[in-house]
């Protein structure tokens, strides 16, 4: 008795296996085989992929099954070069006698997939996954979020491209693919890129108007989806009349022309993408707030956690209206971009990107203060009396002036992200600039004595 289940489907020479079976279980011998007919839903109709619409996704989907007819082109392909009277005649010519024939038919709707879960699934484990087959562009994949960005896609499966300046080799350089250049530079941009072709480009560089031109034109229509990583600033420097009301995506002014180059020219990137959608690719707008984490180079965060680790009392500027936040987990960014990438959800849309908590400046410093396990004292003083004070004429802080929280509800709904827990991410990132940073000391800390004794000549 032989059996086999789902075998032959991968073998091209089916005859030859035939004759084999027969040999083997000589005259009385019985054979039970088990094999799925491919061949009813084939050939796809264009917009099909795997049995979802895909219409949607049109250009992408098109490279991803070029990449799969390279592997393995449909008209040799084992899988789909049979149906069920073939192994009738096969085991006929082999030399069985009685056969008898069980068909199945099973036909219903495609069920609803995570697209996550989706893209690490193969067709058959000969080929790779739909991860696999895709090909990522990152410009930027090592730095504070790029790094964890490409970590994520790697770890799904992704193949994955890098435009960097080499200057630093993440514990993942073996496993990219490596373009070696200046994304400010146009003319290397365009030599290394030329003919390329990637299904995803996510771009953590693009500032100002003139990158993302750059990158229309050198791709030229040969990407299938292109996501930008803008910032929450693009709100920041004409938004305080809406104090402590949520900014939604639709309310930037991408024409506003303000005091803050960062914010400027995030704003002209993001304006390049939208004049140019009717025919641009596909493309996904993210805007973190501030984004936190381990390793964070900013020294933002290190500015509180320095102050507060002293164990001395901190001062902190009281504004009027409060400053008040909604910073972001640095992994969570990560996985917002990585959820978007081929997304047919996240086309032509801006996401802000937050975390749940809202906090004041204040409960921000205590904060730091819990996750090291004791109590800080907060001095809370005008900005305006803090810089008259000896030695802190020009003082300024992180976060100070903040007055606006990013609605989430978007991105939440679109790709199904959930951020982390506050109480789960902040104590791992001060305890790593506790016992891992080491940097030199955070902006101004020279002159801590100076707040320190502004601080107690108020609290006395």
Request: with cysteine; proline share 5%.
């Amino acid at each position: 008795m032989v059996t086999t289940r789902s075998v032959l489907i991968y073998v091209s020479a089916k005859q030859r296996a035939f004759n084999e079976f027969y040999r083997v279980v000589k005259p009385n011998g019985r054979l039970s085989i088990f094999e799925p007919i491919n061949r009813f839903g084939f050939p796809e109709l264009p917009h099909m992929f795997w049995g979802y619409d895909v219409t949607s996704v049109m250009k992408i989907a098109q490279k991803v099954k070029a990449v799969y007819r390279g592997l393995q082109p449909p008209d040799t392909d084992p899988m789909l070069d049979f149906h069920e009277r073939d192994m009738i005649t096969c085991a006929e010519h082999a030399g069985f006698k009685e056969i008898h024939l069980e068909l199945q038919a099973e036909i219903k709707a495609s069920e609803e997939c995570d697209w996550n879960a989706f893209l690490r699934t193969a067709g058959n484990p000969k080929i790779p996954t739909l991860g696999e087959a895709m090909r990522v562009l990152v410009v930027g994949g090592t730095g504070f979020i790029g790094g964890r960005i490409v970590r994520k896609l790697l770890e799904r499966g992704d193949s994955v491209t890098l435009l960097t300046r080499g200057r630093v080799r993440p514990a993942f350089w073996g496993q990219i693919e490596a373009l070696v250049g200046d994304r400010r530079d146009k003319a290397r941009f365009n030599q290394l890129v030329r003919g390329r072709q990637f299904d995803v480009v996510i771009d953590n560089l693009a500032y100002g108007r003139s990158m993302v031109e750059s990158a229309i034109q050198a791709f030229d229509g040969r990407i299938g989806h292109y996501l930008l990583c803008s910032s929450g600033a693009v709100y920041r420097d004409y938004m305080d009349w809406r104090r402590y009301r949520l900014v939604y995506e639709n309310e930037v002014d991408l024409t506003y022309e303000g005091d803050l180059a960062y914010a400027e020219g995030k704003r002209e990137a993001e304006h390049v993408l939208w004049a140019s959608a009717a025919a641009h690719v596909p493309f996904t707008i993210l805007r973190p707030s501030v984004v936190e984490g381990p390793e964070d180079p900013s020294g933002r965060t290190w500015f509180w956690v320095q102050r507060v680790a002293d164990g001395q009392e901190v001062l902190v500027p009281q504004t009027v209206p409060v400053s008040i936040f909604r910073h972001v987990f640095v992994d969570d960014v990560a996985e917002a971009f990585v959820r978007a990438v081929g997304n047919s959800a996240a086309f032509f849309k801006a996401y802000n990107l937050a975390g749940e908590e809202i906090l004041a400046l204040p409960d921000y410093v205590r904060a730091i203060a819990a996750a090291m396990g004791f109590e800080v004292k907060v001095v809370l003083a005008r900005l305006e009396w803090i810089r008259q004070q000896p030695g802190l004429s020009n003082f300024s802080a992180p976060f100070v002036g903040e007055r606006f929280i990013q609605d989430i509800a978007a991105v939440k709904c679109d790709l199904r992200l959930s951020f982390t827990p506050m109480g789960n991410w902040f104590p791992q990132t001060v305890s790593w600039f506790l016992h891992e940073y080491r940097g030199k000391d955070s902006v101004r800390y020279e002159r801590r004595v100076a707040e320190v004794t502004a601080a107690r000549g108020i609290s006395s």
